[in-house]
C-alpha cells in the first residue's frame, strides 16, 4: 500500500482513484477518509470494477462513487480532486515472481502501447486535479513495473508538459529514482521518486513518484515547442482534442489513441 502512504489522503477530501479496480488501493484511501470527504474510484474495465464494488460493499464504504470511463476522459467529466492516484496499468515487469509469463508475452510493441498510455492518463490525472486545494493539489503515480521507460520516462514527460514539480513521498524506504540511466538524462529531483525491488527490500518490484501541481498553465517547452506560448489547459489542450469529440459516446466506442501516425507535433519530436 506504498502509493496510499505516498497520497496520504486526508478526511474530507475530494479524491480520484483513476484505475482502482480490482480496489486494493481504493479501499485502503477509503478507510483513511471514514466515510468523509467523496471518493470517485474508477476503471476502465467494467467487469474488474465489479470487485471494486463487492470490496466497498463489505467494508461499508458510503462516500463513493465506482466509475468506469476511460481516465483518459476524467477532467472534462469531474475536475478539481484535491488528490488523484493513478496506479498505472503497465508491463508487470515488478512481477515475475508472481506470474513469469510476463517475460514472454510483452514485447516492444506492449511496451510502447503501455507507456503511451501512462503518458496520456498521467496528464489527464493532472488536468484533473486541483492546484488551488487547501489541503492537497497532490498527485501520486505508481507502477508494478521497474523499466524506466514506465517510470521516471513518463514522469519526465509530465514535468515538461504541466506545471508540477516532484515532492518527497515521504517513503522511508525505496531507493532513488534515477536521474542518468542510458541514454537519459532525468531532472536532478527524480532522485526523490522511489523504486522497490523484489531483491533489495524483499517485495514486488514498484515505483512511487509524488507530484505537486502548481498552475493551470503548459509550460513552455523550449526543446520541443519553442514557438507555442505558455496557454491554460482549458483553451487547447490538443492533446485531449480528439478525447472531446468522443466523450459523448460509450466507453465501448471511444477510439484507440493514435500510436505513431497522427501523433501531434510535438510528441512526434519527443
Ligand atoms: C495496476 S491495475 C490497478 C490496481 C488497483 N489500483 C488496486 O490497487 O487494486 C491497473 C488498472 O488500470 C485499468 N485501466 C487500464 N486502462 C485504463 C484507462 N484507460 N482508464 C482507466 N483505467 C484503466 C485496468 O483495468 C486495471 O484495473
Sequence with gaps: MLPVMALAPQENEFILDMCAAPGGKASHIAAIMKNTGVLIANDVNKNRAKAVIGNFHRMGI???VISTYDGRHIPQLFKNFDRVL?????TGTGVISKDSGVKMSKDETDL?????????LLLAAIDSLNFKSSTGGYLVYSTC???????ECVIDYALKKRDVKLVDTGLSFGTEGFTNLRQHRFHPTMKLTRRFYPHTHNMDGFFVAKLKKFSNI???NNESE???EETEINNIDSENAEVQNTIEKPVANIKKPKHGRGKNRAEKKN
Design 62 to 64: 458510503a462516500n463513493s
Design 145 to 151: 513495473s521497474v523499466l524506466a521507460e514506465e517510470n
Design 112 to 120: 510502447q502501447r503501455c507507456f503511451t498510455l501512462q503518458r496520456e
Design 226 to 228: 519553442d514557438n507555442e
Design 218 to 220: 503548459i509550460p513552455k
Design 86 to 90: 493513478l496506479d498505472a496499468p503497465c
